[in-house]
């Protein structure tokens, strides 16, 4: 059985038709550890079938991203970057000055989710995002 095959039914379920090109991109995907960029993906499909189109590429992680089977999150790097969908969630802390990256784990948020939710009616898509600071070693020592 492919490690894809869960994504696959995913989309099966949702309605969606399983091309070639969408299991291709689903195969590499699946490869990939980690946050990956569209580009990223289009080089690794180009390697095994050079003639793919770029355009279904960023069609089918549109697509991945509307399912809820993939997250998109902008980390600072000048392009969007993808990850698979994790339970729980996690989130990133990114230092400005050296770009040290920590995952935070979802829980962390659970009481601003809430009060949102509570104070304002509004449910907060909190699946992954990144936040921009400074960490222990970069932060001045005025504002530790």
């Not at 990133?92 to 040290?100: A, S």
């Not at 601003?112 to 509004?122: A, I």
Request: aromatic content about 8%; charged content about 25%.
């Amino acid at each position: 059985m492919s490690h894809h095959t869960p994504l696959l039914d995913n989309l099966r379920q949702a309605g969606h038709r399983l091309t070639p090109q969408r299991e291709m991109i689903l195969s590499v995907i699946c490869e990939s550890d980690g946050h990956f960029t569209a580009d990223e993906i289009l080089q690794r499909v180009h390697a095994r079938y050079p003639y793919f189109n770029k355009s279904a590429v960023y069609r089918t992680l549109d697509l991945l991203t509307r399912l809820g089977l993939v997250n998109t999150t902008d980390l600072g790097r000048g392009q969007v970057e993808y990850e698979m969908h994790q339970h729980p969630h996690h989130h990133h802390l990114i230092c400005r000055k050296c770009g040290k990256m920590t995952e935070v784990d979802e829980s962390v948020f659970a009481r601003l989710e809430k009060r949102l939710r509570e104070d304002y009616g509004f449910l907060a898509d909190l699946d992954h995002f990144a936040i921009y600071g400074h960490c222990h070693k970069c932060a001045p020592a005025s504002k530790q």
